[in-house]
C-alpha cells in the first residue's frame, strides 16, 4: 500500500489497476444492498464463489459483490459484465446455470426481465424500463463498484475531482464551482449549498466543523443508506472538498444505528481511505488536513434536524434549539459547523470533476442535478429511481414504476415523508423539482415517494403520519407537543366513527398555529401530511364525519365484514383461520360472522380463495342478517 | 468495575462527549442499559446520573429492561404502512402475547415497532434477530416467529 504523494501518482496507480483488469473479462456482479441481502443474496454470492473455484474458473470469471442497484423489487440481482446481462430474482440453485451460460456466451431466458407490455425479454441491464428512463448520474456507480473495495472506486476515476480541487483550485474557488452548481441540499430544505458552505467559510471563528447527515429517519426513504452501503467513497471525497472548501479539518458522519451495513462500509471506507492518503494529515501531499469520525444515532427522527443532531453529537439528548443564529455561524460546541445530507456530498464530486456548467445543463431553472427517489408503496416496480429535477410523477410512476399493483388505480403519491403531503391524480403532471412540490403542498424532502392506489385511506394516511410525529416530537416546544397530540385526537375520532362538524377546521386552526409557532422545522411542517389530505380529499373527511363511511375501507371502526351467502361454499378455510373464533358454519353450511366477536382482523377476507371471493368489506351501511337456511346450495357438477 | 465496561469506557477515552456510543456499546454487549452499569458511567464519565437517564429514555433505541431472547422488529414505516404494516404488528401481538416496546415474562420475544428499517421494497418488513423477513402476510409473519426457539 502506498500513500499517494500527488495527482500524478493517482493517476498511476489508477492505470495501474485498470492495466490489471481485463474489460472483457466475464465479471459476475451480486448487488449486496440490504433490500437483495433480506432476499438471500449472501448465499447466492457464497455459491457462486464455490462453483467459481469448484470448477476451476477463477482465473476465468470474476466474482464481485456490489452495492444497491435500486430494482430492489426483483432482487436478488445478478448483471453479468461486459454485456450487462441482468437477471433477475436469482436464487442457489440457478447459480451452476449461470456459470455455464457465462461460458457458452448465452443468455438464460427465464431469468430475464420481461417487459410486462410488450412481452418481450430483454437481456441488458440498461434496457430495461426501470433503469431506461432514468439517469443514473449519483447512483449509477453503485452497481459497478464493490463498496468494500477502494480500488474499484479508483478505477472509476475515484478521488481524482479531490485531487484536481487540491492541485489546481483554490477553496475559494471550490466554493464558486458548488454555488455556480446551483447544487440544492438534498436533505429536505433544498438550501443552497454553496451558500450554506460560504457562510461557514466567512465566519471567523475556528475550528470549524463539517458534517454528513445520514440520520436518514423519514420513513420510506432508503437513497441515503443506498449510497452510504454501496459507495461511501463518493461520500468522502464530497466530503473532504467541502472541508477544504470551508476551512474545516474535523468531520463527523452521523448514521443511524439501524444501517448497521452503513456503519461496516464507511468505517472499511474511511480506513481505505486514510491509507491511500485521501484523509488525514497532509492530504496528497498538499498540506490539508482532515479527518472524521463516525457517530450512530440513536434512533430518534429529529435527529435529521441539524441542531438536534448537533446535541446528540456533543453527546447530549437531541433536542432542537431556535435558530436565531445559524449552526453555520455557531454549531457543534458553538463553533461554525457545516452540515449536508449524504446525497447532497455525493453530488460534489461530479460538480468539481466536470464542472458548474455541465452540472447545470441537467434539471429546472430553479433545481439543477438529477434527485434519487425511493418509489415504494402500491407501484409495481418499488426501487430507488434516479432522474434529473423537472421529471413528471407520471413518468416516475408509470414509465419506471411500471404503474400500479395489481391493475388497481392510482389514488395520490406521497412525497417528502412525515413533513410533506399528498399528492392527488389531478397534479400527476407535475415536474418535480423543490419549489413545484412546494406549491402544491408537499415537499421534497429526502425522496421519499409513497404510491398509494384506491385501498388507501387519506384519513388513515393523516393519522399515521402525525401519530408518527407525536411519538418522534422532543416536546421542547408547546405548539408541536401540544397541537400534534390534539391533532391526533381528532384524526382519531373521524377514523373512528365519532367525527363531529368542526373537526376539519379545528385540524386547520391547529395547524396554522404549529406552523407560525413551533421551534423546529419537525413541528412547523407538521401540518403538512394533514393540510394535504383535507386540501385534496375533503370528501373523504366528509364521508368519515357524516356517513360514517371509509371508501377505502381500512378505518377499522368504520367497516365490517362479511360473507356473502350465495358465494360461500363452505369450505372451512376462514372459519379455522379466524383468531377469535367469530365464524360460524360447518360443512355444507353457509358461514357466518358474529360481528360481536369480530376484531376486524381481516383474516377471512385473505384467506377467502379468490375464486370464491365470498368476504366483502361493507361501510357505511349496515351488515345483512344471516341467510334463513344456512345450506349451501350447489348446483349439479359445479363442485368437485 | 466490570472490564467490559472497562473497555467501553477506554475506547471513547472517558470523555462525555461520546456518551450516546458509550451506551450504544455498552445495550450491545447487555442487551440493555443495567442500571448498576449506568451508575459506573455516571462515575467514570463525570455525568450526572439524571443525565444519562435523560439521553437513555429520550433515545429509542435505549432500553432500561432486560431484553428478551429474540429481538423482533417490526417495520411500521410509511412503505410498509400502505401494505399492510397494521395488520402484521396485529398478528405478531397475538403470536407473542406483547405489545411494542413489551417483553414477554419468560424472556423469550422483545417487539419493537420502528419506522423504517430501509428496505421499503420489500414491505411489509421485520427483522428477527437482525434477520430480514421482507413481503410478509399477517400468517407468514406469525409463521416465522413460530420457528424461534
Known sequence: MVCLQSPSELEKIRQDILSRRDPNKPCITICSGTGCCAYGSEKVFRSFEEAIKNQGLEGQIDLRRTGCHGFCERGTLVVIYPDETCYIQVQPEDVPEVISSVEEGKAIERLLYVDPVT?????????????????????????????????????LGGYSALAKALYEMSPERVLEEVKQSKLRGRGGGGFPTGRKWETVRN???RPKYIIVNCDEGDPGAYMDRSIMEGNPHSVLEGLVIGAYAIGSHEGFIYIRNEYPLAVENVRIAIKQAEDYGFLGEDILSSGFNFTVEINRGGGAFVCGESTALMASLEGEVGEPRAKYIHTAESGLWEKPTNLNNVETFANVPLIIDKGASWYNQVGTEGSKGTKIFSLVGKVNNTGLVEVPMGTTLRAIIYDIGGGIRDGKSFKAVQTGGPSGGVIPESQLDLPIDFDELTKVGSMMGS??????DEDTCMIDIAKYFTTFLEEESCGKCVPCREGLKHMRQILANISEGRGQEGDIEMLEYLSSVMRDGALCALGQTAPNPVLSTIRYFRD??????????CAAKVCKDLISFYIEPDECKACMICLRNCPVDAISGGKGLIHVIDQEKCTKCGTCFDVCPTRFSAVA?????PVPPPPLSREVTREKGSEQ | MDERVEAILEKYHRNRRFLVSVLQDIQGEYYYLPKEILMQTSEALDVPLSQIYGVATF???????PRGRHLVNVCVGTACHVRGAVRVLESIERETGIKPG?????LKFSLEAVNCLGCCALGPVMVVDGEYHGKLSPAKAAEVLKGSE
Do not use: W
Open chain 1, 119 to 155: 412481452g418481450e425479454r430483454i437481456t441488458c441491464e440498461s434496457e430495461i424500463p426501470f433503469y431506461k428512463h432514468q439517469n443514473r448520474m449519483i447512483f449509477g456507480n453503485n452497481r459497478r463498484i464493490d463498496p468494500k473495495n477502494i480500488e474499484d472506486y479508483l478505477a
Open chain 1, 203 to 205: 465566519t471567523p471563528n
Open chain 1, 447 to 452: 425522496g421519499g415517494m409513497i404510491v398509494m
Open chain 1, 540 to 549: 373523504e373527511y366528509e364521508a368519515h364525519t357524516k356517513e360514517k363511511r
Open chain 1, 617 to 621: 368489506k361493507l361501510s357505511g351501511e
Open chain 2, 59 to 65: 433515545f429509542k433505541a435505549f432500553s432500561l429492561e
Open chain 2, 102 to 106: 413489551e417483553t414477554d415474562s419468560d
